[in-house]
């Protein structure tokens, strides 16, 4: 699935394409992330004239803060900057009624605007009331919320944002913009659209699960000596986790706090000789769960976890910062709050892009790796059964894009260790494939046809591993540009696919391989070519991935696994994509230049991808052997598993769909 | 030629590479700038005693500043940041023997301490006395300046530097870094170096040449106007320009103060109604140049070019900034000097990394494009008289690299509006062709042989334009191997020079296709791909580029020229490299997605590219149709050229050479 990711400085994704030439700005990104939309009622206006006023008045109570303050900013994203976000959290949406991934309200006492981007226009226009100004980001006339606050603020506004919210980068540019203008930006510890928000849920404390050594490959035991042995090479003696999918992963546990992501919400501190856990404790009652973290039986002082409840992190970390020299340095995501990175003296303070179990986790062990296989054989069994059955049901006409996307699901389900799924399906039909970020829905669900490509993009969470697919298709016979297309997209997938490239290499420079054959007749995809994947976490995590955008991606290393997903999108037309997720291994090439070694991609997907969308006549004897091989491969492991299930249709569409371009 | 800058940010080949899996560093760079280095004495170490001596001497004279500094920093380069400098800026060299393009001398009471990067370990240590530590930069046991400085020095010490000389961004580092540590960073108006350099050179102060429309295409006064159109587009009221290649093209003059460069010294200051020029003001006295800038005629007032003398560009911008609305707001390179930068105060200040002159120098307008073809048909002929010689000479056992370093500037000199050379030229042999910035010097001076590869990386400066290219041959047999690599370059090199790519692509994105060959067979080369080329201007120019060091390049456009110039080097042995100097065109693709309209490269380098030394059928059937193609171009082109010349020899040599592949 296509990324999107919250922090401009890492999303691959959302970009901004200026064309130097004919001076216009083209916007476009490629996944949405509606994380609380609702089918029935996502396009009607929400009616905010009550809340505003509750949410104004909140900003001028003095319980709240020493001086009222003028403007009051809501961004998008939880104390974590997790990509999807728990119900509760949805706090932008709540005062705006917008329930798109991106944007950011601010509610000044006479107006409230809310900002968003090309995506988001239309839908944003529909979910507003007019109480608010949808201001259209990358286009000219539209300020930037400092320009505009500057603009309409009294002298010497306050202007206030929840410091647990904003990212301490976010919050350093903002407050320099404002200060330089004569105001300030304060910190507001108070949430004020939880203080007006009556019915706001219950934060999720879903039922954690403990991962065996089968699963991890490494016990947390093991991986805080890991961090550890960093922290003292580089000298650091705290670190502070912040994302979610670090600290699920350092503990080797599950939880189920976030739709689609298998993580909970905590915080970690790790010292030399201490493991602090901030969570609710009440999770932490059930026995095994107790013994697989060691919590009553005594061990080593310095791999004891002491538990704190889940909100104490700030009164704590600050207690740590207190009690110790000011020569100890503190490890902490440059991506975390501002609220917990300003706990940390300033001399102490060492913010890194990529925290150390951020790189960890990218490479996957051999454990895992045998997992995410494991996953992948079973998701494609899956798929192979959803091929078949669309094949023998579309020519009914009862097939939707919905009920296509919940038999795909239904399918996923029958497998072992199935969790849930890894986003929300998109499942697309002609027009609608074209729509990057689409997702069906009631109003806009299309019927599949044998005249129109069908494109889908999806995946799950089993407790091996996370899976992530794009296959697309046609039921009846592709046009001649059709297949083009798809062809030029084939041969970006396989090229990136097939790289062979040094040790050290970063992502971004694969990404113009993916593109050449596209380019090569003036068509291009306005997304990145690949993400990070977890292994029974986050489908998207850093900090390596494809992408023309250079963002401070990490090198690929073996281990480190990958999506490959170029596409072509054609505006109200149709939507290609093809997508395996793909494993860095090493690479023999003939030569070892500076003996750097070399690495290269092993498909982890093994979907057999749709021959009739292939004009053969365009690949090269290269690239048609790379098909062949890989459709072998299909046959031969995907071929053993649905024969070991017993399913005769998903195998003989697989075999039917696996015969060799000649 | 391959392109090494001062600045680390836009420094696309001098490059630090590390290795994630084995942990060690690769430095690498890719060619030597000896502004000054003197073949007979390059290797004896420079007996420095008495000049630190007097220079430790003027570090306490209270003449130069309040209160005595306790270390000194020398970097290298001159107040404009170029990339090549005039004598009388090698001040660096003149303290500590070391004269590569790269390093910082630092002086305190006690020691003398000198950083440069691998390229230059072996040399600096040859070059300097043991008065002098040689820091290795890239090694992990050596200090950075900032920490080595902080270890050494007493409590509340003053670090001198000339604010002329170092750029504003690496002032504000190293203030930075010394101040957290109890230190301070002071400017020293009155240079140090200068204090004890007994015989300094004087300051160049070279003919003025003034350049028509015939060869600029665009008056100054028009260049004017569209700056000025930027500045009122951007609110912005001066402009500063400081680096000289902007200077000379502005006001279409061409100086000869710096070796291969056609620059002068000078800075300009453009206001919205005024132009003030700072230049020796003896330089002006010539009545056609006097006329060309319009001094003595009355023209309208804001066209009036006011002259200064050059050292007055300080108090001119003081004054300025004095007398003008605090609104006002100034453009000025953040690569200018830290001293020219301060004078403008903050609030006033727009730093840009490129200015409007820079991406306007680097469009080649029409007249340009003709002059540059011009320049290279000529360069061609040259090249390939010098090639019939090298094939008729080298059996003999006389030619050296040398001698036919010299014989190829010979011929050139011979060719219409020849100035001079646009860099030293790269004549090596063998295994002095691993040696990326190699240039002969008698004690390392090899006869060129039917044995061994030869690689010449040369070019020009004629009035009409500047060329920059390499061939690689081999005059007897060539090995299987040799041929091996030489054809993964040449797939390379091909596969950019016929890359498809959007409007709106910065060069970086396309780096990989010059290396997907090499890299399949496990091999690379340590050096970015491509750099800007002026117009009889700088060889090396911003802001566009072809690397995988994302630098901040600025994206290609159709009337942009670059090199294309892939190579591979294996120690010991041989060198490789391919090098055309290309200008971006407008691609015709099949399609064209969004509107965005496609680009592509014309080679303007028109010289054969040695069949013998291709491995053909490594070559796919598009690779060779490029070649013959390509070969077809230069037979027709250049052969007119030599004809018109009456130039039999490499005509012949021409007709053969370009024999097509089957």
Redesign the interface.
Known sequence: MLRQVKDPGVDCDFEL??????DTV?LQATKINMTSQKSDSAMSPKITGELLRQLRQAMKNCKYFSEPIQAYIVPSGDAHQSEYIAPCDCRREFICGFNGSAGTAIITEQHAAMWTDGRYFLQASQQMDNNWTLMKMGLKETPSQEDWLISILPENSKVGVDPWIIAADQWKNMSHALTSAGHSLVAVQDNLIDVVWMDRPERPSTQLRHLGLDYTGVSWQDKIIALRAKMTKRKVTWFVATALDEIAWLFNLRGADIEYNPVFFAYAIVGMNSIRLFVDLKRLSDPTLRDHLQLDSPCKPEMSIHTYPYESVFTELQAICAAHSPKDKVWISDKASCALTQVIPKAHRTPIPYTPLCLAKAVKNSTEIQGMKMAHIKDAAALCELFAWLEKEIPKGTVTEISAADKAEELRSQQKDFVGLSFPTISSVGPNGAIIHYRPLPETNRTLSLNEVYLIDSGAQYVDGTTDVTRTSHFGTPSAYEKECFTYVLKGHIAVSA??????TKG??????AR?AL??????YLHGTGHGVGCFLNVHEGPCGIS?K?FAD??L??GMIVSDEPGYYEDGSFGIRIENVVLVVP?K??????????LTFEPLTLVPIQVKMMNTELLSQKERDWVNEYHRNCLEVVGAELERQGRKAGLEWLIRETQPIV
């Open positions: 394409h200026v064309s130097s030439q004919v083209l790289a062979v490239f040094p040790n050290g971004h420079l694969l990404d113009s391989f050449a380019w090569e007749s003036g068509l291009d023309y250079t990490e090198p290393e073996a690479a090439p003939k030569y070892n230049y500076r003996n750097r070694g070399s």
